[in-house]
């Protein structure tokens, strides 16, 4: 069974500045996919970001980045001058290639941006 | 944001009413899920749908019960509400978003309370 850690339950960083978010996961498989996830409150889930393991180009999208290690099966999450709006949880994901395509989610990091 | 709703919103019971959540989706998708989420804790699955009359439990053990009669429509039933079923849940469904990737898309959720 597959495992996903994010050690840090809460974080905050300053408007306009950088943070990363860490998740470690745990695996045998060789093809899977990797997510964050953002729930602002009180509003929907979304994706924000994926990472096919194969690729060993990090991916990008605007002021959010990820630092994929596949050997230290680790994935961050960078997020780039910081706005109010980006406060919100952010779940790192795990989800192996064929079968259930059923992702296996992370505790969940708090994130506060702070003006 | 995604065409995936869920009602209702916020629910206060009392214990052993039978509840029904409603989850509904525009996208024509297939694929189908009920999630429950706690504060600081893991997205656990509940239940799963892979189309019309098919359904799976998760890997979470749950006294509801869940239906996929219409595509577009994945009802969560609890016969008999206890105080232990206080939680959020969500409801997800997958298929290709905007990007072009294969993704989840989740509802707004719903808050329930048992009294």
């Known amino acids: 069974a597959q495992t996903v850690t994010q050690s840090q339950p809460e974080m905050s960083v300053q408007e306009a500045e950088t943070v990363t978010l860490s998740c470690t996961y745990d695996?045998?498989?060789?093809?899977?996919?990797l997510f964050w996830y953002k729930q602002p409150p009180s509003r929907q889930m979304i994706l924000v970001i994926r990472q096919e393991a194969y690729k060993q180009q990090n991916a990008t999208e605007n002021r959010f980045s990820v630092n994929f290690q596949k050997a230290a099966k680790s994935f961050s999450l960078k997020i780039s001058d910081s706005q109010l709006g980006d406060t919100a949880m952010y779940f790192c994901a795990f989800m192996k290639e064929g079968g259930s395509y059923i992702p296996t989610f992370g505790r969940g990091t708090s994130l506060i941006v702070h003006p | 944001e995604a065409d995936i709703y869920q009602t209702p919103r916020y629910l206060v019971i009392g214990t052993g009413k039978k509840i029904t959540l409603e989850c509904s989706q525009t996208m024509g998708h297939d694929k189908m899920y009920w999630y429950q989420q706690d504060p600081g804790m893991e997205l656990h699955l509940i239940h799963y749908?892979?189309?019309?009359?098919?359904?799976e439990k998760g890997d979470l053990s749950s006294e509801s019960t869940v239906s996929r009669i219409r595509t577009e429509h994945f009802p969560l039933t609890l016969e008999s509400a206890r105080p232990s079923h206080t939680s959020q849940y969500l409801c997800?469904?997958?298929?290709f978003g905007r990007g072009g990737y294969n993704e989840q898309f989740f509802g707004p959720g719903t808050r329930l309370t048992v009294l």
């Open positions: 997800a469904s997958r298929g």
């Open positions: 695996t045998s498989e060789n093809n899977y996919y």
């Open positions: 749908s892979y189309g019309v009359n098919s359904t």
